[in-house]
């Protein structure tokens, strides 16, 4: 984007016209197009017997995030999410067991559990993790992140979901400079605050503060979980660049390692923060296909 | 549409008069919205969910939940958000985020059915209106308008409007206020200008609201003010408070024990007439305008 650009997108206003309402309402329909989770059958079948249910679901939205996802180690590529509109011309061809590229316009859905539950669950079994990850590496535009969002969210249930997004810091309404430190907020659905209440724990993340707003695919994750009463959270950064900062990385991955810590998942925690994620996470970024506007 | 609130709060829609943003021009409806929640402090029944709604999360828009204690901060607010005043047949809808480009129409169409089906009595639609389309005639008056879909809500609209006119004791005591200032009441709009707009915008909110409104049979009042896109939390006060006046005016549908034994009309709010209700602006309004600064850098 160009600086005229840029200042279109993050200075929104309401001024639209009839004729630009009507040159769009023949094609709008389009918007309402879902989105199409493909799966590894042979694979989700054994990991998956009784289907797609797990215990942490994390979706990546933001480049900074995506490369931390696909920085972690022993996860095994289950499936992907097709976006109506997200052309595949250009893509890698991942051949074996190899994981795209951080450039490829995809979004693959890894586990890290290598056995089914009745198995891992046995003495001497490998560590069972419980975690599904989605790393969508394309832009989802405003319009179809809905329909994009109940699509995904539709197929898998979890007892607890993470987003991971990312807002302009020319966005953002607090107190704190983005370009002098790393501003990481989080928002939760009742339902996830409930249980935070009931445990007696205090979030480790702050909230993010009023009058500051979330778009996008994160704000619609966000929403549907708070309409259907699912327990959530939104880690949101405040980025000054599009490509991401190693700073805010290793915050990133601090802050969600502290949220899983606190909802007990300390297996998770341990396989999201360590020293060798964070060294190939840092070696990702800035290499994602770039994302013209967060919201 | 999906709404977050089980059946028992839908049940609390029926035969109640909904207000709601038509989102559009200078955030007005917003706004005012915003003032009349801050202020009323009505229970929140949900999240509301469309497809055709961009999406928007926030914390905190308004004070804590005070059933709560301590307050608990980290309230979610989403795109779409019902409230209700408890023992009134009034409920708000607020709207933060405004339809997709082209999904004006269709999203009108699902709010409207969806509110039909619930069983709600009307709407109140709080608008702005384009500053600059001003006819001359509407540039020296009120920059309030009405437009009531019924004789019964023109007669409250008109009422209202009575009570919203500064006595000529104020403009005696105060001969410096400004005709905008004296003319803060809503007048009815015109009926040509409303026939044009119509005609030229009627696939701009506040409009596809109205349509799919007359189309179904369910009563409104639209309630707009002219406004400029900028600081506009003015025009949405003062649109809050027009609003305020027409809710006292539209008589209950189900009145309270007390006005049935004394045998009087009851307003939706049941307040005697010319209350005084001081407007409150929430919380989150103050991000409004970007961050603030520390004044020592100057």
């Keep these: 984007m160009d600086i005229f650009e840029q200042a279109d997108a993050f200075t929104p206003n309401r001024a639209v016209l009839q004729e630009e309402e009507e040159a769009a309402s023949s094609c709008a329909g389009s918007y309402l197009r879902p989105a199409l989770c493909v799966w590894n059958r042979r694979l989700s079948k054994q990991l998956f017997p009784d289907g797609m249910r797990c215990e942490i679901l994390i979706i990546a939205t933001c480049p900074t995030s995506c490369a931390l996802m696909r920085a972690i180690g022993n996860k095994q590529l289950l499936g992907a999410v097709l976006g109506p509109g997200v052309s595949l011309a250009g893509n890698s061809l991942v051949s074996g067991a190899g994981d795209p590229l951080a450039s490829d316009k995809v979004c693959p859905i890894y586990t890290l559990r290598q056995a089914p539950p009745a198995t891992a669950a046995l003495p001497g079994s490998a560590l069972h993790v419980d975690v599904l990850l989605v790393c969508c590496q394309y832009e989802v535009a405003r319009e179809r992140a809905p329909v994009w969002a109940r699509s995904v969210l539709e197929q898998i249930s979890c007892s607890h979901a993470v987003f991971l997004g990312a807002m302009a810091a020319e966005q953002f309404r607090g107190q704190g400079d983005a370009s002098q430190e790393e501003l990481i907020f989080a928002l939760r659905t009742s339902a996830s605050q409930q249980r935070q209440l009931q445990a007696g724990a205090r979030g480790p993340v702050p909230l993010l503060p009023t009058g500051t707003v979330v778009g996008g695919l994160p704000a619609s994750l966000l929403s549907y979980c708070q309409v259907h009463g699912a327990s959530a959270d939104l880690l949101v950064i405040v980025e000054m660049v599009l490509e991401g900062r190693p700073a805010l990385l290793e915050a990133l991955a601090a802050a969600l390692g502290q949220l899983l810590r606190s909802r007990g998942l300390d297996a998770a925690a341990a396989a999201m923060y360590n020293g060798a994620v964070l060294a190939a996470a840092r070696k990702g970024l800035g290499t994602a296909a770039v994302c013209d506007v967060y919201v | ?298």
């Design chain 2, 1 to 298: 549409m999906l709404c977050e609130c089980g059946p028992e709060a839908l049940e609390a829609l029926k035969g109640a008069i909904v207000v709601l943003p038509a989102v559009t021009y200078a955030n007005v409806g917003e706004l005012a919205v915003d003032v009349l929640v801050a202020t009323l402090k009505p229970q929140h029944l949900g999240a509301v969910e469309s497809v055709n709604v961009l999406s928007v999360v926030g914390n905190d828009a308004y004070d804590p939940d005070p059933s709560l204690s301590p307050p608990q901060p980290g309230r979610l607010t989403t795109a779409l958000e019902l409230f209700k005043v408890p023992g009134r047949a009034l409920a708000f809808l607020q709207q933060r985020a405004p339809a997709m480009l082209g999904r004006q129409a269709a999203f009108a169409a699902e709010l409207v059915g969806w509110l039909v089906e619930a069983g709600v009595a009307g709407l109140v639609l709080l608008t702005g209106l384009d500053a600059q389309l001003r006819k001359d005639q509407q540039l020296d008056s009120s920059q309030l308008r009405f437009w009531a879909s019924n004789e019964e809500l023109r007669d409250a609209c008109a009422a209202a409007q009575l009570r919203g006119q500064p006595s000529p004791q104020l403009i005696e005591q105060q001969p410096e206020l400004s005709p905008l200032q004296q003319s803060s009441f809503a007048l009815e709009l015109e009926p040509e200008i409303k026939a044009e707009e119509l005609e030229l915008h009627h696939s701009l909110p506040p409009w596809p609201l109205v349509q799919q409104c007359e189309a179904r049979g369910l009563p409104y009042v639209l309630l707009g003010c002219f406004s400029a896109e900028g600081d506009n939390a003015g025009e949405g006060m003062r649109l809050a408070a027009a609003a305020l006046q027409v809710l006292a005016a539209i008589r209950a549908p189900a009145p309270s024990a007390a006005a049935e034994a004394l045998g009087t009309e009851e307003g939706l709010l049941g307040l005697p007439a010319n209350a005084a209700f001081p407007l409150r602006a929430p919380p989150s309004w103050v991000g409004l305008y970007g961050r603030s600064f520390p004044m020592e850098i100057f």
